[in-house]
């Protein structure tokens, strides 16, 4: 009888994501399942709405990720009444973006994905002089001394001793499959530490952008913020400046920090660059426009997809095409007005809950059945993986020099074929690739942006549309975003002046996405079949393979436990069946 | 340096009663009115992006919901001391909760000197903008337990 595993970790509030693994006899995993276990209903909320207020109630959709979702939904308004937005705004959004991707995957790798790799506690054994001399043999990062890594060392001492070990956010410290030496770990623990400081500095330019903070604003039509280098209210000289020097801070952290550390750990997992790969079909909308959003060929990161690994045959995907772009609800607790067995293009999408699982709490889902909030979005009925190593591979084919120049680099040192890119190592070596692209592209946009204003382009705000009595009376759009976890698509149909119809297709819709109607496995469920286990009752591995996604999940609930009588059970947070 | 004094309204308000703090943030600035010394701040349910603020304050109030196994609607005040700070294994960077913030801001040595929580027992977390009708019942009594904590630290 096969033995299947359940990871859940927050059933206290009954779960967010939750993986269901079937194990061989091997302990190898068999078989995969995912569900979101909590229902998004932002489509039902938005109905009857004005357009122009949507993203305001978008951006709470994922409480995490505000600003993806306010972009993508003013995209979607301007798509739907062809409103073009000025050069300096466009520059300023696209800052925005570069920052957030930078800003977001930092703080991914040393605070979720970091400790998958990464023993705190090991690190208590590390001679601070090795660390220090590892560190000044990867980077010029002026933290390297062997005092300074000997405070730090102090400092998690102090955590253990005072039992306070679970802000580590970990349960699994003495795993055997954790392999780094105590030198790497306190190396890299240092760097979870400093990565709190770096943010808080490098989060200014939302602030100045975006006008307040937290939760900026934002507009149809262009950006909030006008330019004028002689007002204090305005963007001026001194807010440019700090802007500046945030990217150098950025820059400097990306460089002699993330790149040298995953470098630093990545030899250590090499056999995880033989797993987890998952689908070899991938999709990015596309990224970093320039004023016309419809001219894809001006796009940093190219709007494609690619098929069965082939890098060779990319494919340009139209979010519009009613009979391609389509979501299945087969294994998903929503009902289709014309049946299970058809797909529907978000124009036309339908969000009718229909829960038929299980009575909470359970021990299994039903995954014959339905099993899932999450819809099956699939492209020409394909499922696909989204995110940065489908953002990579697209710049890879299509021969961005820093994309092909930064992946090699990586690979020669690693001593890895190109083969070992479909993997969990190689979804984590991608996500690093492309911070160091959009890092170095904050300058280039910055540098944009500067001559723009010298040449007295300050416009930030095209009102032309912004009255609705000058809208069409139907319209429809399509708002694009390449979120940090992957591609983000909002569709809006506009009907009399207000949102008739909206469906937002997220980036973990696609690579948490359950079966769907011809039994297709998505991203995460088909990545995780063959995955070795060490112990199947600390699935380590699986959360390794999971944390690659970046799964956008749990945002949405965050009660505070004010019983404090949990702390066990969250702390292990694992529930282990057999059957 | 750490000296700004915030009131920090936490909650998805695309959840009924989850966003309880930060409705109970508006009401309070409506009832407050202009401020000079106190910012009032929807953090929504930012997470670890929530840290600088935290940092930057040496006094801190925070309006949330609070799951305290009672009965919906009760009011929930937690002092400094009574907090729990923990985390647990996540799926996600999202998971992150308000508690791992603070938890991260001690072991950083910057958790605000004064630190203060008033929540209420949720009754109601379904997807929909607005309150319940028994959480819009105990939002003034959240105001007035609000602005007896500011004017006990002398900012009102």
């Not at chain 1, 007295?456 to 009102?463: D, E, L, Q, R, W």
């Not at chain 2, 909650?11 to 009032?40: I, K, M, P, S, Y």
């Not at chain 2, 109030?61 to 647990?88: M, R, T, V």
Request: proline residues 6%; negative net charge.
């Amino acid at each position: 009888m096969a033995e299947r595993i359940v990871i859940d970790p927050i059933t206290r509030i009954e779960g967010h994501l939750r993986i269901e693994a079937e194990l061989d006899a091997n302990q190898n995993v068999a078989q995969a399942y995912s569900s979101g276990t909590m229902v998004r209903g932002i489509e039902v909320i938005l109905n009857g709405r004005d357009p122009r207020e949507a993203w305001a109630f978008a951006q709470r959709a994922c409480g995490v990720c505000t600003t993806v979702h306010s972009f993508a939904s003013i995209r979607s308004v301007e798509d739907a009444l062809g409103i073009q937005i000025p050069k300096a705004a466009n520059l300023i959004r696209n800052l925005m973006i570069a920052q957030q991707y930078v800003h977001d995957h930092v703080m991914h790798f040393y605070h979720l994905h970091a400790l998958d790799w990464v023993d705190v506690v090991n690190a208590l054994q590390a001679d601070p002089a090795e660390t220090a001399a590892i560190q000044q043999s990867i980077s010029p990062w002026a933290n390297s001394s062997p005092g300074y890594f000997a405070d730090v060392q102090q400092k998690v001492q102090a955590i253990v001793d005072s039992g306070q070990l679970s802000l580590f956010a970990n349960a699994y410290w003495g795993h055997p499959a954790y392999k780094l030496p105590p030198a790497v770990n306190l190396l890299a623990t240092a760097h979870y530490l400093e990565a709190l400081d770096w943010q808080s500095h490098v989060t200014k330019i939302h602030t100045i952008f975006g006008g307040k903070n937290p939760h900026p604003n934002f507009v149809v039509g262009g950006v909030p913020m006008p330019i004028d280098l002689n007002s204090d209210t305005a963007l001026n000289a001194s807010r440019l400046s700090i802007i500046s020097d945030s990217i150098d801070r950025i820059i400097q952290f990306v460089d002699q920090v993330y790149i040298p550390d995953v470098l630093a750990i990545a030899p250590y997992y090499l056999e995880y660059a033989g797993f987890g790969e998952g689908l070899g079909n991938f999709l990015t909308w596309g990224e970093f426009p320039d004023v016309d959003h419809k001219d894809t060929s001006k796009f940093l990161v190219p709007r494609t997809v690619i098929m069965n690994r082939d890098l060779g045959n990319i494919i340009e995907p139209d979010p519009n095409d009613l009979d391609l772009m389509k979501e299945f609800v087969a294994h998903s607790w929503y009902d289709y007005s014309n049946g299970d067995g058809v797909g529907l293009h978000p124009w036309q999408g339908q969000t009718k809950f229909n829960y038929t699982g299980p009575k909470p709490p359970y021990d299994f889902l039903e995954v014959e059945q339905k099993y899932s909030w999450l819809k099956a979005p699939r492209w020409n009925e394909k499922p696909m993986e989204v995110g940065p190593l489908a953002r990579v591979l697209a710049m890879y084919a299509k021969g961005h020099e820093g994309a092909v120049q930064l992946t090699n680099t990586v690979l020669d040192s690693l001593g890895a074929p190109v083969e070992a890119l479909f993997s969990t190592l190689g979804r984590t070596a991608a996500r690093a690739i492309e911070t160091k692209i959009f890092a170095d592209e904050l300058r280039n946009i910055y540098n944009n942006l500067i001559a723009e204003i010298s040449a007295g382009n300050t416009a930030t705000f095209n009102g032309d549309l912004w009255e609705p009595t000058s809208w069409p009376r139907q319209a429809q759009g399509f708002g694009f975003m390449e979120a940090p976890r992957g591609a983000l698509g909002h569709w809006i149909v506009i009907n009399g002046r207000k949102i008739e119809n909206y469906q937002m297709v997220v980036p973990t819709t696609w690579n948490a996405s359950p079966r769907d109607h011809l039994g297709q496995p998505g991203a995460y469920e088909a990545s995780l079949v063959g995955t070795p286990l060490a112990n199947p009752e600390w699935p380590l591995e699986i959360l390794r393979t999971i944390h690659s996604f970046d799964p956008c999940m749990a945002c949405a609930i965050h009660m505070v436990d004010a019983t404090g009588q949990d702390l066990g059970e969250v702390a292990t947070g694992l529930n282990v069946c057999t059957f | 340096m750490a000296n700004r004094k915030i009131v920090l309204g936490l909650g998805n308000t695309l959840q009924t009663d989850e966003g309880l703090g930060v409705f109970a943030l508006q009401a309070l600035a409506d009832h407050l009115g202009e401020q000079d010394q106190v910012e009032l701040l929807d953090g929504g349910v930012l997470g670890l992006n929530l840290l600088p603020l935290v940092e930057e304050s040496s006094h801190l109030l925070i309006l949330d919901a609070a799951d305290a196994q009672k009965p919906p609607g009760a009011i929930i005040e937690l002092c400094k001391e009574d907090i729990p700070l923990y985390s647990g294994v996540k799926m996600s960077q999202h998971q992150l909760t308000f508690q791992e913030v603070l938890g991260l801001a001690l072991i950083r040595e910057k958790l605000p000197a004064q630190l203060h929580l008033i929540g209420a027992q949720p009754a109601d977390l379904t997807v929909g903008y607005g309150l319940s009708e028994t959480i819009t019942a105990v939002i003034p009594e959240m105001v007035s337990r609000a602005t007896a904590v500011l004017q006990s630290w002398n900012l009102l």
